[in-house]
């Protein structure tokens, strides 16, 4: 009777559990759900080291450089290393901060010299629950692993109910990969840059999906910024408040020198460099130099929002000098005229780039400027 009585009580768990998830299913038709109301969660995503780019995108090859030797750095691995993120960096020797805007563009400006904010930029990034990938302080350069953004998932009641039980159960079918990049105007002033790239999963017939580039958002790349500047000053990643000074729009021109074309900004060298640096990463140019005193990123082409296709006969002999190819090198040299700064795409070899190329990458930069 005892038995009986366990196995009708046994029959009815799993008769509520698969009623509820059934509901689950049902519920991920109602689009009337409401979702949180901030644009990323990744303390919540699991690891998905294992989607370096997700699937069906293609990876150009980056210089070994730029790579960790041991691999991601984890928030474990960061603790092991005996470097406390809370204790030793409480209070940094921060004289000002300020968010700067330009159009769609943001930066932080930190009164501290690099070294003493590179520690806490890796805390940060541990804070959101993001894994970095790569981290080069001597090019001043961090990239994070691809991360799933939870935000987008509906917070229904029974989500609630049942998301720590079934976590695993949902995937918001998004992943975002962000690069920290920090400049050193001078000694005792850092300039944070951070870029968005976002995958997205979509469906195809029979079941099937496949990862697509989206547009980066550059409201999250804000975000981040104001997170960050709150972290720095020893408040947890998570709380509002910094102080922006916002710039207006530059006016950018096309222009040409025999027959070359390029882009003439109306703005002086310094402030273009700044932005460029922003947009590259943009537009899909990873930065893997730069010479500030000559005017010079060196970059590789990783591919746009979109996925780019190479024919057979590209992948055999490197692609076509009339267009821009995936993983191929570049350079942008901008130089001085007074109260104007002129942008050039170059090769690998700092000659000029063909025509078509040089209005493809400039092209880019311009719908930046202009966004």
Same mark, same amino acid.
């Given at each position: 009777?005892?038995?009986?009585?366990?196995?009708?009580?046994?029959?009815?768990?799993?008769?509520?559990?698969?009623?509820?998830?059934?509901?689950?299913?049902?519920?991920?038709?109602n689009t009337s759900l409401k979702l949180?109301?901030?644009?990323?969660?990744?303390?919540?995503?699991?690891? &998905?080291?294992?989607?370096?780019?997700?699937?069906?995108?293609?990876?150009?090859?980056?210089?070994?450089?730029?790579?960790?030797?041991?691999?991601?750095v984890s928030a474990v691995a960061y603790?092991?290393?005996?470097?406390?993120?809370?204790?030793?960096?409480?209070? /940094?020797?921060?004289?000002?901060?300020?968010?700067?805007?330009?159009?769609?563009?943001?930066?932080?400006?930190?009164?501290?010299?690099?070294?003493?904010?590179?520690?806490?930029?890796?805390?940060?990034?541990?804070?959101?629950?993001?894994?970095?990938?790569?981290?080069?302080?001597?090019?001043?350069?961090?990239?994070?692993?691809?991360?799933?953004?939870?935000?987008?998932?509906?917070?229904?009641?029974?989500?609630?109910?049942?998301?720590?039980?079934f976590q695993d159960t949902y995937d918001?079918?998004?992943?975002?990969?962000?690069?920290?990049?920090?400049?050193?105007?001078?000694?005792? &002033?850092?300039?944070?840059?951070?870029?968005?790239?976002?995958?997205?999963?979509?469906?195809?017939?029979?079941?099937?999906?496949?990862?697509?580039?989206?547009?980066?958002?550059?409201?999250?790349?804000?975000?981040?910024?104001?997170?960050?500047?709150?972290?720095?000053?020893?408040?947890?990643?998570?709380?509002?408040?910094?102080?922006?000074?916002?710039?207006?729009?530059?006016?950018?021109?096309?222009?040409?020198?025999?027959?070359?074309?390029?882009?003439?900004?109306?703005?002086?060298?310094?402030?273009?460099? /700044?932005?460029?640096?922003?947009?590259?990463?943009?537009?899909?140019?990873?930065?893997?130099?730069?010479?500030?005193?000559?005017?010079?990123?060196?970059?590789?082409?990783?591919?746009?929002?979109?996925?780019?296709?190479?024919?057979?006969?590209?992948?055999?002999?490197?692609?076509?000098?009339?267009?821009?190819?995936?993983?191929?090198?570049?350079?942008?040299?901008?130089?001085?005229?007074?109260?104007?700064?002129?942008?050039?795409?170059?090769?690998?070899?700092?000659?000029?780039?063909?025509?078509?190329?040089?209005?493809?990458?400039?092209?880019?930069?311009?719908?930046?400027?202009?966004?």
């Open positions: 009777m005892k038995k009986n009585i366990q196995y009708k009580s046994l029959i009815t768990i799993i008769s509520l559990v698969s009623v509820m998830l059934l509901l689950a299913s049902c519920s991920r038709l949180p109301d901030h644009k990323f969660d990744y303390k919540n995503s699991k690891s &998905v080291k294992s989607l370096e780019v997700p699937p069906d995108l293609t990876l150009p090859e980056f210089d070994s450089t730029y790579t960790i030797n041991n691999g991601s603790k092991h290393n005996n470097i406390d993120s809370t204790s030793e960096l409480k209070v /940094l020797p921060i004289k000002g901060m300020q968010i700067k805007r330009s159009g769609s563009m943001s930066w932080l400006e930190v009164q501290a010299p690099a070294d003493i904010l590179w520690s806490r930029l890796i805390a940060f990034w541990s804070s959101l629950g993001i894994t970095l990938k790569s981290n080069e302080p001597r090019v001043g350069i961090m990239e994070t692993e691809w991360a799933e953004n939870r935000a987008g998932l509906p917070m229904d009641w029974l989500r609630k109910a049942l998301g720590k039980v918001a079918g998004i992943r975002d990969k962000f690069r920290l990049r920090v400049e050193k105007p001078s000694a005792n &002033v850092t300039n944070i840059f951070i870029s968005h790239r976002r995958a997205e999963e979509k469906l195809l017939g029979e079941g099937g999906v496949k990862w697509e580039m989206r547009p980066s958002d550059p409201s999250l790349e804000a975000e981040l910024l104001n997170r960050l500047s709150i972290f720095l000053q020893g408040s947890r990643a998570g709380s509002k408040s910094a102080m922006v000074v916002t710039h207006s729009t530059t006016p950018i021109i096309w222009s040409s020198v025999q027959g070359k074309p390029m882009l003439k900004v109306a703005e002086d060298i310094r402030s273009t460099w /700044l932005k460029v640096g922003m947009m590259l990463e943009r537009i899909g140019m990873s930065i893997e130099g730069q010479d500030r005193t000559s005017g010079i990123y060196k970059v590789v082409y990783r591919g746009g929002a979109t996925k780019e296709k190479r024919g057979w006969f590209s992948r055999i002999f490197k692609g076509n000098k009339n267009r821009l190819d995936v993983g191929a090198e570049y350079q942008l040299h901008l130089s001085n005229t007074g109260n104007h700064t002129l942008i050039t795409a170059m090769n690998e070899e700092g000659q000029p780039v063909s025509n078509a190329v040089a209005k493809e990458i400039l092209g880019k930069l311009k719908a930046e400027f202009e966004r």
